[in-house]
């Protein structure tokens, strides 16, 4: 099977490792609606934003047949989770080969690598304490940089500005207004209606409001 090529360029990382016994699987960030409960009417679904994906792999250090060490790489590939003088943060890294959108770039998160071993490659070591296996299981986290985010409320909508909107303040309703339509003047987005209904004590974003009542803007 083809290796898992991990590729990092501060530190500069460029190794390539057999895969484990377990492959790559992937555990979070797909999907993204989520059932909305209504009173007294049929439930709906809306988008409530999707996480960042989350995929374990597993790569395996064998030099157990040969005789061979495996410290070299396996300090290699702590690199990517800890700078071994502690002067800078983990590196952001891309990972080829057989798992799951390869290529994406990857972070770890604080429990992000698992040396525990399993049943069936379990840890060997020689008998000066040299190690000759050792199976590792990556918990990776999607890296997302941060300008890619949309910051909420740093320009307002030309509808919350033409409405006199202040973001923190008060919002006073009109005939046919939403959550959902709200949500859109207030932060450009009506799937941000969550936030000014959890404020409201709210829970339907498609009930229309009464007209006259006053709204606090989170």
């Not at 990092?8 to 999907?31: E, M, T, Y």
């Not at 690199?79 to 972070?107: I, M, S």
């Not at 060997?124 to 985010?149: A, M, S």
């Not at 008060?170 to 959550?179: F, N, P, W």
Request: hydrophobic share 35%.
């Amino acid at each position: 099977m083809k290796p898992f090529h991990f590729v990092a360029s501060n530190p500069q990382i460029d190794i390539k490792v057999p895969v484990g016994n377990s492959g790559a699987r992937l555990i979070g960030g797909l999907g993204g609606y989520e059932e909305i409960e209504r009173q007294d009417d049929v439930n709906i679904t809306d988008w409530s934003g999707q996480d960042a994906l989350k995929q374990d792999i597993s790569v395996l250090l064998d030099g157990w047949a040969t005789d061979d060490s495996v410290e070299r790489e396996l300090n290699t590939l702590l690199k990517l989770g800890r700078d071994p003088n502690g002067e800078r943060r983990p590196p952001v890294f891309t990972v080829d080969g057989p798992l799951h959108y390869p290529g994406k770039a990857w972070v770890l998160p604080p429990d992000g690598i698992d040396l525990s071993g399993g049943e069936i490659a379990p840890i060997r070591r020689h008998g000066d304490g040299e190690l000759l296996r050792q199976e590792i299981v990556f918990h990776l986290l999607e890296y997302v940089k941060p300008d890619e985010v949309r910051l909420r409320g740093k320009k307002k909508p030309k509808e919350a500005v033409a409405r006199g909107i202040a973001v923190g303040g008060t919002i006073t309703v009109s005939k046919g207004d939403t959550l959902h339509k709200l949500a859109a003047q207030l932060f450009g987005d009506s799937s941000d209606w969550k936030e000014l209904g959890k404020k409201n004590d709210i829970a339907d974003p498609n009930r229309k409001l009464t007209p006259g009542r006053v709204l606090r803007i989170p």
